[in-house]
T-cell receptor, first 110, second 114 residues
Framework: SQELEQSPQSLIVQEGKNLTINCTSS?????LYWYKQKYGEGLIFLMM?????EEKSHEKITAKLDEKKQQSSLHITASQPSHAGIYLC??????????FGAGTRLTVKP | DVKVTQSSRYLVKRTGEKVFLECVQD?????MFWYRQDPGLGLRLIYF???????EKGDIPEGYSVSREKKERFSLILESASTNQTSMYLC?????????????FGNGTRLTVT
């Protein structure tokens, strides 16, 4: 099965600071997905990356997939309290399944 | 918008009870999933299904079973609930054939087994 490791496990930043969350796979990624979860709720899809070197942005969040397609990063610029939550990376395999990393809990201090 | 609906937001059950968690999606998705989420462990895949009446074990299927009699509905069954099955359960659906469809999640069912 696909093993996904996320780092850091938790992150506390001051409002306005930039931050990066990493996701590393033990296998080549065929599709890498980033989700955000607010406490006690379902997951909200942020972005999907498929091609080596691909980069996508939405508002102040940028996600990248490396050329070897085994590592992805999620970068938040000028963080705000609304960015707080749990960020999870997920990856699909060729077995019709989807697995996730353990998540990164982000706290943004006003 | 895709909607994935889980039947209960909160459930409290007693040890040994048979528990049914229901999930319905309205987008004709082929693939459906059940995960449980626990602090520090992230989302762990229990079972998934890629077609009606088809089911595959995920990473932690012990103590659970599933049913997919209709395409839109995927049920998770706890045959005899135990306290270690207290958790947040999340259902999701998608079409995964081309790896370019994200999962759509329900809001989760927080199950407490006493």
């Amino acid at each position: 099965s696909q093993e996904l490791e996320q780092s850091p496990q938790s992150l506390i930043v001051q409002e306005g600071k930039n931050l990066t969350i990493n996701c590393t796979s033990s296998k080549t990624l065929y599709g890498l997905y980033w989700y955000k979860q607010k406490y006690g709720e379902g997951l909200i899809f942020l972005m999907m990356l498929q091609k080596g070197g691909e980069e996508k942005s939405h508002e102040k969040i940028t996600a990248k997939l490396d050329e070897k397609k085994q590592q992805s990063s999620l970068h938040i610029t000028a963080s705000q309290p609304s960015h707080a939550g749990i960020y999870l990376c997920g990856a699909a395999s060729n077995n019709n399944d989807m697995r996730f990393g353990a998540g990164t809990r982000l706290t943004v201090k006003p | 918008d895709v909607k994935v609906t889980q039947s209960s937001r909160y459930l409290v059950k007693r040890t040994g009870e048979k528990v049914f968690l229901e999930c319905v999606q309205d987008m004709d998705h082929e693939n459906m999933f059940w995960y449980r989420q626990d602090p520090g462990l992230g989302l762990r895949l229990i079972y998934f299904s890629y077609d009606v009446k088809m089911k595959e074990k995920g990473d932690i299927p012990e103590g659970y079973s599933v049913s997919r009699e209709k395409k839109e509905r995927f049920s998770l069954i706890l045959e005899s609930a135990s306290t270690n099955q207290t958790s947040m359960y999340l259902c999701a659906s998608t079409n995964l054939g081309s790896y370019n469809s994200p999962l759509h999640f329900g809001n989760g069912t927080r199950l407490t087994v006493t």
